[in-house]
């Protein structure tokens, strides 16, 4: 199978874990890992490496997302989600659409942001949803997340007591969506969770162009973005020579070229070499996909 990254649009109902273990079976290796982990309510973009792709998820810069969801207002959840059990009910009666984006637009910015209690975040080594599930009560901190857009696309009331709202976020890593609709929620006085989420973009890679597992498992290969062009999607590139390429591969430095940030060194043949970042005058080899030897 060839070396590469799969975008899946990851069903509901699967966790990010159970999408490696099919894939696994359909690349036939073991070497398949996955970047930006997807709640199992979630659906939508989750990246996936393959061979020695699965080197090259560490340094994704995969820091803004996007996604469309559900919020429903009336009721609050353990979870803030709808896998969670209802822990509040008031109505959402009188909130109308205007105090709905006002408590948006409120949570929009650069803004302290508290974690679902149900969050991977370790609490003394261990996961705060394992803490929760054991009867216990978590209190994370808050922290600084950005959120870039939160818009209410379209209203529904699934009931005179419950406002459900269609939402677009745009964020950067480490937000919980699930928190934006607790926080809308306890901001009007009314509880909130998720009902829906799916994720439209990490990074660069988009819904669009992602397929579904059952997509994959009708392809002989399911790589579909093969390394070097995973590598040209994620990163800027440089062009070097052969030689170049040789002692790239031995793990020397090359000149600095005046590029910022991490990117990809390319052979003359169109393979990708490593990745290089320049500092001190140089630039050196931080991931070599091919060494020498």
């Not at 109505?91 to 991977?120: C, H, I, K, N």
């Not at 705060?128 to 950005?146: H, I, K, M, Q």
């Not at 509880?191 to 439209?200: E, I, N, V």
Request: proline share 4%.
């Amino acid at each position: 199978m060839s070396d590469g990254l799969v975008i899946v649009d990851k069903p509901a109902g699967w966790t990010s874990h159970d999408v490696v273990g099919r894939l696994r079976r359909l690349a036939r290796t073991r070497r398949v890992g996955h970047a930006g982990t997807l709640d199992p309510m979630a659906t939508g973009v989750l990246v996936v490496g393959v061979g020695r792709a699965t080197r090259l998820l560490h340094h994704l810069v995969l820091t803004d997302k996007a996604y469309t969801a559900t919020m429903r207002l009336g009721q609050a959840t353990a979870t803030d989600d709808a896998d969670g059990e209802v822990i509040s009910a008031r109505s959402a009666r009188g909130v109308d659409e205007d105090a709905v984006r006002a408590a948006m637009t409120a949570l929009t910015g650069e803004v302290m942001q508290v974690p679902s209690s149900v969050s991977a975040i370790k609490v003394d080594g261990r996961r705060a949803y394992a803490r929760v599930r054991n009867g216990e009560r978590v209190a994370l901190a808050a922290r600084p997340v950005t959120v870039a857009r939160f818009e209410a696309r379209a209203f529904r009331r699934p009931s005179p007591d419950l406002l459900d709202v269609d939402v677009a976020v745009e964020c950067s890593s480490g937000t919980y969506v699930r928190a934006l609709a607790r926080d809308v929620g306890a901001a009007l006085g009314a509880g909130g969770h998720l009902t829906a989420l799916r994720r439209t973009r990490v990074g660069p890679f988009a819904l669009e162009g992602a397929r579904t597992l059952d997509d994959f498992a009708a392809l002989d290969d399911p790589v579909t973005l093969p390394l070097a062009d995973a590598v040209r999607t994620a990163f800027a590139a440089r062009e070097v020579s052969g030689d170049q390429a040789r002692a790239l591969s031995y793990g020397k430095a090359l000149d600095p070229a005046g590029i910022a940030g991490t990117y990809g060194a390319f052979a003359p043949d169109g393979t990708v070499v490593a990745l290089l970042r320049e500092g001190d005058g140089a630039a050196r080899p931080v991931l070599v996909f091919a060494a020498a030897g």
